[in-house]
């Protein structure tokens, strides 16, 4: 039986105040904190992604704190205070190059140069190949069909001698080597995004949504978008890792910033001043374990993502 709602003195019956409207963007914030609260709990059951996720941490920490670690001084050739190609030891832990400075410092510095071009080229890389994408997919006129020909076209050609080949001919420098990594490796995302996008133009609600009078701009940004971002986000992780390798590639082969220290110049200075025929096998090893490891760290993030993400590991 129900409870009788107590009367008040003079005989009314108190009125219950409706509850609080929310409005639309309210709605739309707490549903984007409860699929984020999700799945950052089903990321900590992922034992290979935090593993990952711990590695990358730790490296990101690394390069952050690296000019309270070792002075920047440490890097110039006139300061070298050990001699050339010592091995390992409790002053050098990761001996020294072939100018006498510790490569455990140039390692630590290293990391800046490497990750802020892996970031930097993804961020761009992903913003290019996501708009191509999302446009290419939503017109399916000339202009869908042009940039699919211009996404084509970058699929066909190599992606690495393209880059090699705009390396050398532009300037040598940081920004450059970032805007090179990035303008040639978006076809890939390009091509994904647009079939996901094609998947999410023959959805009802967009339907409903072009009959309701939104323009195109409205139907990319509010409802292709949000549709297609955890595939960009899955794929950010492995074009990170990517990206990574380009630059020290690009280093190694000379292509890089002369001024700038990465893992790549360190492998490029240490292979040129003939540090395997001197046995220094330090010299090489340590930029080479880290590349390996970030690289590591993120296709371990990536496919733990891909795996939450994934409707067939959710439903299987």
């Not at 409870?3 to 009125?15: C, F, H, I, L, S």
């Not at 990465?262 to 200075?269: A, M, N, P, T, V």
Request: charged share 15%; hydrophobic share 50%.
């Amino acid at each position: 039986m129900s409870t009788p709602v107590e009367e008040r003195p003079g005989g009314d019956v108190p009125e219950i105040p409706p509850p609080p409207q929310l409005s639309a963007r309210a709605i739309v914030r707490a549903r984007r904190r409860a699929a984020f609260t999700k799945f950052t709990a089903a990321f900590r059951h992922e034992r290979a992604g935090m593993l990952g996720l711990a590695i990358l941490v730790f490296f990101v920490v690394i390069a952050l704190l690296a000019p309270l670690l070792f002075p920047k001084t440490l890097l110039d050739v006139t300061q070298a205070t050990g001699q050339p190609f010592e091995p390992p030891s409790l002053q050098y832990p990761l001996g020294t190059d072939d100018s006498g400075r510790s490569v455990l410092a140039l390692v630590v510095w290293g990391a800046r140069i490497s990750l802020l071009v892996g970031f930097a080229a993804t961020i761009l890389s992903m913003f290019i190949g996501t708009t191509v994408g999302i446009v290419s997919g939503h017109f399916r006129g000339f202009a869908g069909g042009t940039l699919d020909r211009v996404t084509d076209w970058f699929l066909v050609i190599p992606y690495l001698p393209l880059t090699i080949v705009l390396a050398t001919i532009w300037e040598k420098n940081l920004w450059v080597i970032i805007i090179v990594i990035g303008v040639t490796s978006w076809p890939g995302t390009a091509r994904i995004i647009r079939s996901q996008t094609l998947s999410v133009s023959a959805r009802p609600y967009l339907e409903r949504s072009k009959a309701l009078g939104a323009g195109n701009v409205h139907q990319m940004t509010r409802h292709v978008l949000p549709n297609v971002m955890p595939l960009v986000l899955a794929n950010t992780t492995l074009a990170v890792s990517i990206s990574i390798l380009a630059e020290t590639t690009l280093s190694f082969l000379g292509l890089g910033d002369p001024t700038a220290v990465s893992w790549g110049s360190i492998l490029e200075q240490g292979f040129s001043s003939g540090a395997i025929s001197q046995g220094a096998w330090w010299y090489l090893g340590s930029p080479g374990v880290c590349v390996v490891l970030v690289v590591l760290a993120f296709n371990l993030i990536g496919r733990a993502i891909e795996s939450i993400l994934d409707p067939k590991e959710v439903t299987g």
